[in-house]
């Protein structure tokens, strides 16, 4: 039976087939747990077989992630994830590649690895687990923490201003984009739906809570459902306990939060819409999560995939082997013999 991903026929895996024997090591009451139960519950639907899946980390409390999928998986350098992650999906069209990180891990040290990711479009799906803490190394502040967090590294309060990583992802061209919440199972499954169908990278990020050095981050919008602004695709975007406040979009392109019933026209969302503009106008909303915030697929859009361009120029050399000539090529434009 034909599964219809590309990979191959279509396998009968269960939750269980995902889940190693080693011991899971993260701290009591950690968001990981959650992801990680969604993750081994989510994996069958795919139909890939486990030794054509490959979970790629680098260094922090997310990156012990591969241990636990009974998949492939390398636990690599600190930062590096989407690098090494880019090699394996470009040399291994066949593979499915996941890259699990932190904030600190993919924002700080790896900033540049991930953006290139993003904007190059290789077909591997980024994970971002955002705790807005390191939380490995004790409790610093992270790329995303908040202006005025005191932390062990700031004890006066952080000067730095956050990230925000949609709008990151965003501004880096990213094909797909979403957000959801470790807690949310439902939300969280469909979103990972959609990015393991996506061609070309898709990015998530996922509100994690690391309830040791920064216990209820993400409350105002986990535990206060009329702060959570879910998106859907074609419908006017509403949030409230009773639907009763909206977003509408400025004269000059930004978005504002509304009641409906003054607001007159309201914002339909298109996650389809070619250009990131509004897309990028919602990130905007919240720049971290202290009021009502956008969660759900905010970009969902089709451009020529890394992996393919690649194979495509290198079929062309392959045709065309046997026609250059070496010894022109290395005389060819300024040259200079040196006695």
Known sequence: MSGGNGHGPLVQLSAKDFKTDQEVRWCPGCGDYAILAAMQSFMPELGVPRERTVFVSGIGCAARFPYYMQTYGMHSIH???????????TSRPDLSVWVVTGDGDALSIGGNHLIHALRRNVNLKILLFNNQIYGLTK????????????????????LDYPFNPVSLAIGAEATFVARSIDTDRKHLTEVLRRAATHRGTAFVEI????????????????????????LEHGQPIRFGAEGERGVRQ????????????????????DEHQVHSSLAFALSRLAHTPEGPTP???????????????????????????GKGDLGELLHAGDTWTIA
């Open 79 to 89: 930062g590096r994830a989407p690098a090494i992650a880019t090699g394996l999906a």
């Open 139 to 158: 409790g610093q502040y992270s790329p995303t923490s908040e202006v005025g967090k005191v932390t062990k590294s700031t004890p006066m309060g952080s």
């Open 207 to 230: 509100y994690q809570n690391c309830n040791i050095f920064n216990d209820g981050a993400f409350d105002v919008v986990k535990e206060q459902k009329e702060n959570q602004i879910r």
């Open 250 to 269: 400025r004269a000059d392109g930004s978005c504002e939060l509304v009641d409906v019933a003054e607001a007159g026209a309201l914002l339909v969302h």
């Open 295 to 321: 969660i759900g697929i905010f970009r969902d859009v089709e451009r020529p995939v890394y992996d393919e361009l690649m194979a495509e120029q290198l079929e062309a050399a392959s045709e065309s082997r």
